[in-house]
């Protein structure tokens, strides 16, 4: 399975926030299988996710969009996926009571900051998604996800999106399998192991050099036999030492 990452955020390409989002997902979706073959950050620009999201809906098994998602003005998200799939934003009533009922839980939680702040709510605009989709109701917070065809959309906000994620994990697989060897090798002095190791088996191997003095190579492929065998090839080969 093929999968595809967009984040969304005009704060994350200006670095006033790491996007964490993009590095978890990777890690979840290879651990269960699938190949991450793209992870892309757009700003909020209507015209350019949907545009993404359309091509890629069309090239990969499944895309997963997070950011940009809810209320405010810079909230494009679902807009955008529904231009995709030319279909309307419409409001479920599911979604709608429970954005009022999570609204109602926060003054209750919070009086006092509500009251300070003239805290008001446009119930509609975070509770649109596109017409179609399959709604995601968020336990972590206001704003749902979805999702249309084979298009997934998350809350950017970390805590609500892994939550989100949950829901919907049995539906990501794949038959890749990896296995990660640590050695304190120099990574110049592997380059016949790792050239070797590539000719002689149906894997990829990657290679990342630490300045902490051990090095990380990671075995992937989808025949567990193959995978098992490249790794004690390389094992004869290299000095390998225990994960810290």
Wanted: proline residues 5%; glycine residues 8%.
């Amino acid at each position: 399975m093929e999968v595809a990452i967009l984040t969304v955020g005009d704060e994350v390409l200006a670095g006033d926030t790491a996007n964490t989002n993009a590095t978890w997902l990777a890690n979840r979706l290879t651990d269960r299988g699938a190949r991450v073959v793209r992870i892309l950050t757009v700003p909020d620009d209507r015209e350019l996710i949907a545009e993404t999201v359309s091509r890629w809906a069309d090239a990969f098994d499944a895309v997963i969009v997070t950011g940009g998602l809810g209320g405010t003005h810079d909230d494009v998200t679902a807009d955008a996926i529904a231009q995709a799939f030319d279909r309307a934003l419409v409001v479920d009533e599911t979604v709608r009571e429970d954005v009022i009922a999570t609204v109602a839980a926060y003054r209750d939680a919070n009086p006092e900051t509500v009251e300070a702040h003239d805290v008001e709510i446009d119930v509609d605009a975070w509770a649109a998604l596109p017409e179609g989709s399959r709604v995601l109701l968020n336990p972590e917070g206001l704003c749902p996800g979805c999702v249309l065809e084979n298009v997934y959309a998350f809350p950017g906000v970390p805590t609500e999106m892994k939550a989100l994620f949950e829901l919907v994990a049995s539906e990501f697989g794949g038959e890749t399998l990896s296995r990660t060897l640590y050695t304190p090798q120099p990574e110049g002095s592997m380059l016949d192991a790792l050239s070797g190791v590539r000719e002689r088996f149906d894997v990829t191997v990657g290679s990342y050099p630490s300045t902490k003095g051990r090095n990380r190579l990671k075995v992937s492929g989808t025949d567990p036999d193959a995978v098992a065998e490249a790794v004690d090839w390389l094992r004869e080969r290299i000095r390998v030492v225990p994960e810290e």
